[in-house]
């Protein structure tokens, strides 16, 4: 799985060439398939290798983080040429997104439908991770659109305010508040690790938390899965490259795990106490069977 970022920043007026040129070596493709590579689609559109029940663009993720199948051919210029085309469409998306700075978007999706789509894309994608193992002649590329560099929170965390995904405003960094949030799908690991959160008010956003460890490093599930309470410092909240909705994190200091029994977390969310605290023996079990199934994280939250 290959893997290339493209700052917001680049220029789109390079000649066509140089940019092929330059997409090819800086995405990591060995030597020997420089001059061989198909690039079948990209983001979000159906890709014509593979059947649309291998497709997890046919179903989007609604994220700047997305995957492109390439196969080996010998026609690049063509192919890296609809590449291109497709990505500066793309790229006028993100531009249009600055026009709506400061805006409160009133068509947010359902927790229903957010979460359905988020599911159904889910299992697309990793039926299609599941196709690239098993045909050696195909790879996922993953590409993401860096955002304009920006700060991480300083601020304490005694000093933030809380906020709710209905106060959000777009492209915009919301400096002086946090975002409590609880997880409530699988992580889907592309460029990000991509979940879809909700507040204590039933709303929900796409989560999208960059810079994380690798999966052979560190697994997406034990970053965020199903329950996991994350606070959120001085959330930035964008227009994604498909036109939805999206809390993205870039800076691992500014997303916060919550114990479980925090004071902070909302009463709903909260463990309910049946007939007594669970002893500390029982979380000791816990730990030891954690570390020796070798799942570090697991043991260290427990």
């Not at 114990?259 to 902070?264: G, L, P, R, T």
Request: with cysteine; proline share 5%; aromatic share 6%.
């Amino acid at each position: 799985m290959l893997c290339h970022d493209i700052r917001a920043s680049d220029q789109l007026t390079r000649n066509d060439n140089r940019v092929h040129s330059s997409l090819i070596q800086n995405c990591a493709i060995p030597r020997f398939w420089r001059n061989s590579f198909h690039i079948t689609d990209v983001n979000h559109r159906a890709v014509s290798t593979l059947p649309n029940r291998f497709n997890p663009i046919a179903n989007p993720t609604f994220t700047e983080s997305s995957a492109i199948v390439a196969a080996p051919r010998m026609d690049v210029d063509k192919d890296m040429s609809r590449y291109w085309q497709t990505f500066q469409k793309q790229r006028e998306s993100l531009k249009r997104a600055n026009e709506r700075q400061g805006q409160r978007p009133n068509d947010r999706k359902s927790k229903e439908e957010a979460y359905l789509q988020f599911m159904m894309s889910l299992k697309q994608f990793t039926a299609m991770k599941e196709k690239e193992k098993e045909n050696k002649q195909s790879h996922v590329m993953l590409l993401s659109v860096v955002p304009p560099a920006y700060l991480p929170c300083t601020t304490p965390l005694a000093q933030l305010t809380p906020t709710a995904i209905r106060h959000l405003r777009l492209e915009t960094h919301h400096r002086g508040t946090y975002l409590m949030l609880r997880v409530i799908t699988p992580p889907n690991r592309m460029a990000a690790i991509i979940v879809i959160a909700e507040d204590d008010q039933n709303d929900v956003s796409i989560l999208q938390l960059y810079q994380q460890d690798r999966e052979d490093v560190r697994e997406a599930t034990d970053v965020v899965d199903v329950g996991t309470i994350l606070l959120v410092k001085e959330p930035y909240y964008k227009v994604t490259a498909m036109g939805d909705y999206s809390l993205r994190v870039d800076h691992v200091s500014d997303i916060v795990h919550v114990d479980k029994n925090d004071s902070k977390i909302p009463k709903a969310w909260r463990p309910r106490i049946h007939d007594g605290e669970e002893s500390a023996e029982l979380f000791k079990t816990r730990g030891d069977s954690a570390i020796k199934e070798r799942k570090y994280w697991l043991a260290i939250r427990e």
